[in-house]
């Protein structure tokens, strides 16, 4: 499985943690340490699998762009012809 899979996993059991805990809430009553204890916790590992989610999708490596192949021909000198030399000044010119 990958990285992403094995979170979202993680999520789906998180999410019935979560809705377990809110039925207990119910039965129980949320006045109790005990309760509270449990409810804190289940939202402590919702945020801490959302980090780690941020964590995976800022290390993945990145997709390589496509590599663009470029010909050893000499390319058609009419190309350059009204161009001048950039960084260098005009033909007809001197450099200062």
């Not at 805990?21 to 340490?33: D, F």
């Not at 993945?60 to 012809?81: C, E, F, G, M, N």
């Given at each position: 499985?990958?990285?992403?899979?094995?979170?979202?996993?993680?999520?789906?059991?998180?999410?019935?943690?979560?809705?377990s805990v809110s039925r207990l809430e119910?039965?129980?009553?949320?006045?109790?340490?005990?309760?509270?204890?449990?409810?804190?916790?289940?939202?402590?590992?919702?945020?801490?699998?959302?980090?780690?989610?941020?964590?995976?999708?800022?290390?993945?490596?990145?997709?390589?762009?496509?590599?663009?192949?470029?010909?050893?021909?000499?390319?058609?000198?009419?190309l350059w012809i009204d161009t001048d030399?950039?960084?260098?000044?005009?033909?007809?010119?001197?450099?200062?």
């Amino acid at each position: 499985m990958s990285v992403n899979d094995d979170l979202t996993s993680v999520q789906r059991c998180l999410d019935d943690l979560h809705r377990s805990v809110s039925r207990l809430e119910q039965q129980l009553g949320t006045g109790g340490l005990d309760i509270r204890r449990v409810r804190t916790d289940c939202d402590h590992l919702r945020e801490s699998v959302a980090l780690l989610r941020t964590a995976a999708a800022a290390s993945a490596p990145q997709k390589r762009p496509d590599l663009v192949t470029i010909p050893d021909t000499p390319y058609d000198d009419s190309l350059w012809i009204d161009t001048d030399d950039e960084g260098l000044g005009a033909r007809d010119r001197h450099a200062p």
